[in-house]
Structures are given as C-alpha cells and as structure tokens.
C-alpha cells in the first residue's frame, strides 16, 4: 500500500473501545488497543495515502432462523455495505471512525 501510494484498513471494534464496563475490562482493554491502533496507524499512513479507520458497531446481529428475544438487533448486510462505502471514500472526504447500531438501541443501557 505505501508503495501504491493507496489503501484502506478499517478495524472494526465496539462500545467497549468507547466506554470499560466493570463486568467486562478483558474486552475493554482489546477494544480501547484497537482503537488506540487504528488512530496511531492513521496518522502515520493517511499523509501516505492509506485510509485507516475504526468503525464501532455496537449491536447485537440478527441470525437468520435465530428466534427474536426482543432486543434490538442489525441487520449485518447494511453495516458491510456500510464499512464497504468507507473504502471507497474520495480523499478529499475520509471518516476516522464510525459509529453504527441500530436506531432501537438502548444507548449505554448496558454500561
């Protein structure tokens, strides 16, 4: 990528990146590295041209055939198109970070 001069990496994490929740710190500290990871890597690779970005998805993913239990959940489908849509981003417009979950969630409910 750094010899083509383009390029995209998009690391994909959760709220724990966002907020460490007492019940879930060994998830916490993977998803706050992740995120730590994904804005050192940008600042080191944008000026050469290789969009790094962090999405957090915060959702619990429908499962065809799975019976709903009444939570909120994402339809995978739109979140891939999602972070596909960020590859390909014009320069002129790149996003760090993303932050998707679907419109019922019941923000920080769980923190």
Do not use: T, Y
Request: glycine share 10%; aromatic share 6%; hydrophobic share 40%.
């Amino acid at each position: 990528m750094i010899e083509r001069g383009s390029g995209c990496i998009n690391l994909i994490g959760s709220s724990s990146g966002l907020v460490g929740r007492a019940e879930h710190v060994n998830l916490a500290v993977g998803q706050f590295g992740l995120r730590a990871l994904s804005q050192g890597l940008a600042r080191a690779r944008w000026p050469a041209g290789i969009h790094i970005a962090h999405g957090v998805v915060d959702a619990d993913m429908h499962e065809p055939g799975r019976l709903p239990d009444g939570d909120p959940k994402a339809d995978p489908a739109p979140i891939a198109e999602l972070i596909a849509a960020i590859h390909r981003q014009p320069r002129s417009a790149w996003s760090r970070e993303v932050d998707v979950r679907p419109f019922d969630e019941k923000f920080w409910q769980h923190c």
